[in-house]
């Protein structure tokens, strides 16, 4: 049985699979971080984002997060799901479930698992605005 669900897609997340991905009777506290497109940034209109990957490492990389949070927190599953391509103002890019006995430990894998995704996963994204676009997240 995996402890882990992870997937890119350019269909619509699912935060009821995530959430059913997570769920065990074991389990007191399931916690959900599901980052959403805003409609601004800095000042700026945003219209619209568009979300690049390099698949085959941001998977490897998205499974090493998950082990990483297996390790360090008392977490009995974990799902980290990333969407690509063109997403609108409210779709979701991102949605991360962990559930654990105690509450705690889910929150911190969460917390732990969106910023090392932030940090290390190669997913870039493009932000569109009424006057121009730009890259961000421009590395690892």
Not at 76 to 93: R, T, V
Request: with cysteine; charged share 25%.
């Amino acid at each position: 049985m995996s402890k882990t669900s992870i997937k890119i897609t350019s269909k619509k997340l699912n935060l009821n699979e995530c959430y059913n991905f997570v769920t065990a009777a074991s389990c007191g506290g399931i916690a959900a971080f599901v980052g959403t497109v805003r409609n601004d940034t800095q000042n700026k209109k945003v219209t619209q984002l568009d979300f690049s990957t390099y698949k085959p490492m941001a998977i490897k990389e998205m499974q090493k997060i998950a082990e990483l949070a297996l390790e360090n927190f008392k977490i009995h599953k974990i799902a980290i799901h990333h969407a690509e391509g063109m997403l609108q103002i409210g779709d979701i890019p991102v949605i991360i479930t962990a559930s654990a006995k105690h509450r705690k430990a889910a929150f911190e894998a969460c917390e732990f698992a969106i910023d090392t995704l932030k940090e290390t996963v190669p997913i870039w994204k493009k932000e569109y605005f009424e006057d121009g676009d730009v890259w961000v997240n421009a590395h690892p």
